[in-house]
């Protein structure tokens, strides 16, 4: 996807208004509350492009995304509605999302901002201390701590719940665009 000259100038506005400072490392403005303030998104890659007729900005190449939690990718996708809110955040490509203990490996994740879940599917794992689940279809509902797993028809879910917990000390731990050193850990 190329960007018309005719278009580049709509493409830049909605970049200024989208993204709080021109640099590598990109905030983009997010309407998640958990505290009542708007929460910034900090999204680092080695591209970016944005689609104005399409309101998306797709990010590519060692993706680190932070909010709430952090989400890798090769490749990141920011939805925005009509007033120009985050909608959506789509991931591909090797997806690995780190929430508190939690570990999540998938093909693809969809973060829906609203409803405050991330859908995984493509082999979907999430690893809590030492249990892990697995399916062809996990929901995290990220505000309640709570996940259903689904497999495909024939198919079952399978849930390894280890007797003794072994979880990494992560407790307290403040969410910072640092964190994106996650991203380069193992795969």
């Known amino acids: 996807m190329s960007l018309r000259f005719a278009s580049f100038a709509s493409a830049t506005a909605l970049l200024l208004t989208l993204i709080s400072s021109p640099s590598e490392s990109m905030a983009v403005q997010s309407d998640v509350r958990t505290s009542g303030a708007r929460k910034p998104v900090t999204v680092t890659s080695d591209t970016m492009e944005a689609n104005t007729n399409e309101n998306r900005v797709i990010f590519r190449g060692n993706v680190?995304?932070?909010?709430?939690?952090?989400?890798?990718?090769?490749?990141?996708?920011i939805l925005y509605d009509a007033n120009r809110d985050v909608s959506e955040i789509e991931?591909?490509?090797?997806?690995?999302?780190?929430?508190d203990e939690k570990r999540s490996t998938a093909g693809k994740a969809v973060y829906?901002?609203?409803?405050?879940?991330?859908?995984?599917?493509?082999e979907p794992q999430v690893t809590q201390c030492s249990d892990v689940i697995k399916g062809d279809k996990i929901t995290v509902y990220i505000d309640d701590n709570n996940a259903v797993v689904e497999s495909d028809a024939g198919?079952?879910?399978?849930?390894?719940?280890?007797?003794?917990?072994?979880?990494?000390?992560?407790?307290?731990?403040?969410?910072?665009?640092?964190?994106?050193?996650?991203?380069?850990?193992?795969?």
């Open 155 to 187: 198919k079952r879910v399978r849930a390894v719940i280890m007797p003794e917990k072994k979880c990494p000390g992560q407790e307290g731990r403040e969410r910072t665009s640092r964190e994106e050193t996650l991203c380069n850990g193992a795969r």
């Open 91 to 99: 991931a591909s490509g090797n997806v690995r999302i780190f929430l």
């Open 112 to 122: 829906k901002r609203k409803e405050r879940l991330i859908v995984l599917t493509g």
């Open 64 to 77: 680190a995304a932070v909010e709430d939690f952090t989400i890798c990718s090769d490749e990141l996708n």
